[in-house]
Every structure is written in C-alpha cells, then in structure tokens.
C-alpha cells in the first residue's frame, strides 16, 4: 500500500511562489503516474500536474502551464510541485495521488515512447493523501 504525505503549504500573495512536497513512503515504482490534484472550495477535484519517473514526462493542466512545475527525487521517493506566479484562483486544497499497482508492468509505455501514459483524471488515481492548502491572497 502507498501512503502519500503533502507538505509546504501555506498563504502566500498575488505573484508568490510555492513548493509542495509529496513523501511517497513504500513506493518504488517507476512505472506509476504520480500527479498532484487541488479542490477549492464548492469546485470539482481537478488535475494540476502528472508525472510519469520511468521517462520523466510530465503533463500540466492548461491553467498552470508555464507556472507549475512537476518533478521528483527517486533517491527519496518524492514529488514536488513548484508554484510560481500564484493567483488568488490556485486558492484549493492539494493534494497528491499515485496510480494504482496493476500499472506497473514491463512495456506500459513502449507505445508512446518519451510520452506520460496517464492523464489528470481522478479515477486514474486511487492513493491519495491528505492535502495541504494553499490560499494566495491579492
């Protein structure tokens, strides 16, 4: 089983920048999406960033393209989201999700080399953590 265990959020202003932190204790796949969602209040759960470690492809959301960034340390099983440019609508809860292990076979991406096999779709993912909130304030 994965647990998944965010850090770094906090208040920031207009134009700030931050970085959440995902432990993912017990994972060792590199074949699994790991992928960063957020929920604001009275919204729909929605995909910000993937990350696929076997080729380090990465897919982002249209609304923090150029902004987010998504990356990880293998050597210490962690996902980070680097946040810059924050604007009051990144205001949400954040959390961190990882695919499922029936995902994790040899050859899953030989079809689309150099591409992320999954998507920003919930259902996608079935471990989540507990979130860290982000607020920016204008």
């Known amino acids: 089983r994965v647990q998944l265990v965010e850090s770094g959020g906090s208040s920031v202003q207009t134009g700030g920048s931050l970085r959440l932190s995902c432990v993912a204790a017990?994972?060792?796949?590199?074949?699994?999406?790991l992928a960063w969602f957020r929920q604001a209040p009275g919204k729909e759960r929605e995909g910000v960033a993937a990350?696929?470690?076997?080729?380090?492809?990465?897919k982002y959301a249209d609304s923090v393209k150029g902004r987010f960034t998504i990356s990880q340390d293998n050597a210490k099983n962690t996902v980070y989201l680097q946040m810059n440019s924050l604007q009051p609508d990144d205001t949400a809860m954040y959390y961190c999700a990882a695919e499922p292990e029936y995902l994790d076979f040899p050859g899953r991406n030989d079809a689309v080399p150099g591409r992320i096999p999954c998507g920003l779709n919930s259902y996608e993912f079935n471990y989540w953590g507990q979130g860290t909130q982000v607020t920016v304030s204008s």
């Open positions: 990350i696929y470690p076997d080729n380090d492809s990465t």
């Open positions: 017990t994972y060792n796949s590199r074949r699994r999406c």
